[in-house]
């Protein structure tokens, strides 16, 4: 039941799609509410290990069959789930914002960037090469080729209800495995949609199967079923170390995309302004809710007071609120706990002497929302909460260095390594800090750097395994050698 009314009644599901089936028979339903206004937005059937295993054998039988269709066919397939993305992307929007709570322009742009994926691993799936290798004797050939890994399972987080799963059934599917997903259960309608949409575009019975209800029940199958050969997870790092872990049983492939705790670091000769701009792109997407969200700032003593005031300025101009009721800039947080996290660092630092600099708004009558505005402070010592651990929120704290090797230290003084970012006008410090910072990727005089075309990944305990790219088809694949005699005894 949802609801919604969208203009494409077809995309609003609430069963779990198993084996080109949807199933609406669960051990109950679960609910999704709108974290704007609380109002009860569907309510999806809640499945758990059987209906997990039940996928588990569909995408089993039917990735044989997906894996011996050409390449050609697989590209089609999925240009026509790309094409079929961008034709309903208003609804899809809708249907985001509805259960995620960002701005419908934001919702938007994520549906592009989602359907992004499709196109890129379309078009790669026609480049899955091999090498043929010179023998090591007269009569031997050698020959590497990539082979699709098999019945591949994925775990997604709610911040990217959209992005996060097409981003690894994508190069999944373009390979010839078949994909299990768990979307989250705080956001499964835009999976449960997608699914929709995949069956349309002709995504055969079983390659694509879409289970949600007992996260842990489900995530039980997925990670100790030895016909999962792939395990791909998207979340906290706190989960994914302990999914992770339950796939060696298993030696499963693992992949995992964690927490971030990205330094933006300001250096005295950066163009204030800009830095300012992107500091806003990077902190406040998603209303902080974004794994690559600057998390604190690094600013060097002379340019900190400037920094400061054109920061201030662009964050008393935020204003939170409803995405569907046209607030554009900030929506609520996913939910309650999210806001008490963003609280525990905001107060925490000014215990501990840090000072509000600039507050946004949030729009009148928002009351029963997960909303909190958007806030900045200065002066946030090194062992703030706000420093040490991911806010997922729309808070950025100010934090003072002198010397260029006391902003590398700070920045990498973090067991994360998912993303950082450094303005400064000196091309050759713009190189070697970021060789030095201990992160999968940097942006340099920018504060956005995700796109489809770039490999997407993490270090350290911010995971491993990359997404998107050309490097995003490595996880869905097996290289196989082929050894061949040919020596004639006649
Ligand atoms: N590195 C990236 O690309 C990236 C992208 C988006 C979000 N994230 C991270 O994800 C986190 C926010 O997402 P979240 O709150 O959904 O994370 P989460 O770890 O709570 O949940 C992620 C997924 O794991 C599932 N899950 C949770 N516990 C489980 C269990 N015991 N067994 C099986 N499944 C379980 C959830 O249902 C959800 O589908 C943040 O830390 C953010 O940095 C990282
Ligand atoms: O939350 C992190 C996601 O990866 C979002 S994005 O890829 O940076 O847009």
Redesign the pocket.
């Known amino acids: 039941m949802t609801a919604l009314t969208l203009g494409n009644a077809a995309l609003l599901r609430t069963g779990a799609y198993i084996d080109g089936r949807w199933d609406d028979a669960g051990s109950g339903t679960f609910d999704v509410h709108n974290p704007a206004t609380g109002a009860l937005v569907g309510s999806v059937a809640r499945h758990g290990a059987a209906a997990a295993s039940r996928a588990v054998e569909a995408a089993t039988t039917a990735q044989v069959a997906w894996a011996a269709r050409s390449a050609g066919d697989r590209a089609v397939i999925l240009r026509r789930w790309h094409d079929l993305m961008l034709a309903n992307a208003d609804d899809l929007a809708r249907l985001m914002t509805a259960e995620q709570g960002k701005p419908l322009a934001e919702a938007r742009g994520e549906i592009a960037y989602a359907a992004s994926f499709l196109l890129w691993f379309a078009e790669e799936a026609r480049r899955v090469y091999g090498m043929v290798i010179p023998g090591n004797t007269p009569t031997r050939r050698l020959t590497a080729i990539r082979q699709p890994v098999g019945v591949a399972a994925a ?6 209800p959209a992005a ?1 799963i097409t981003r690894k059934v994508a190069p999944a599917l373009a390979v010839g495995c078949a994909v299990v997903l ?5 956001t499964p309608l835009s999976a449960l949609a997608l699914a929709a949409l995949a069956e349309e575009a002709g995504v055969p019975a079983g390659v694509f199967n879409v289970v949600a209800g007992d ?2 029940a ?3 199958v ?2 100790r079923d030895p016909r999962v050969r792939k395990f791909s ?8 170390k ?2 992770a872990a339950r796939c060696m049983e298993t030696v499963k492939r693992v992949s995992l ?4 705790n990205a330094p933006f670091i300001v250096f005295d000769d950066a163009d204030v302004e800009a830095a300012a701009d992107g500091a806003m792109a990077s902190k406040f997407r998603n209303t902080g ?4 969200c600057a998390n604190r700032f690094l600013v060097q003593d002379g340019i900190y007071d400037a920094f400061a005031e054109a920061l201030a300025r662009r964050v008393s101009a935020l204003r939170a609120g409803d995405g569907l009721a046209g607030v554009t800039d900030q929506g609520p947080l ?1 939910n309650q706990a999210a806001v008490e996290k963003v609280v525990r660092h905001r107060d925490d630092a000014l215990a501990r002497g840090a000072r509000v600099l600039a507050e946004g708004q949030v729009a009148a009558g928002e009351g029963d929302g997960n909303f909190i505005p958007a806030t900045l402070l200065g002066d946030v010592p090194a062992d703030a909460l706000l420093t040490r651990e ?1 806010t ?1 929120g729309p808070l950025a704290g100010l934090t003072r260095f002198a010397r260029e090797a006391d902003a590398i230290r700070m920045a990498n003084d973090t067991p994360a390594g ?1 993303a950082a970012y450094l303005y400064t006008a000196d091309g050759a410090r713009a190189t070697r800090v970021g060789e030095r910072l201990e992160y999968g990727m940097v942006g340099l005089n920018t504060g956005i750097i995700s796109t489809e075309v770039a490999p ?3 270090i350290k305990e ?2 491993f395994g990359r ?1 998107g790219s050309v490097f995003g088809i490595d996880d869905y694949v097996s290289i196989k050698l082929l050894a061949a005699e040919i020596a004639c005894n006649e």
């Open positions: 775990i997604t987080p709610w911040n990217f996060m768990k979307p989250s259960e705080l996260a842990e489900i995530g039980d997925l990670t997870f998207t979340g906290s790092t706190a989960v994914g302990m999914l995309e964690l927490g971030g809710q974004t794994c690559v996913i991911e997922f998912l997407f990944g993490g911010s995971g997404e």
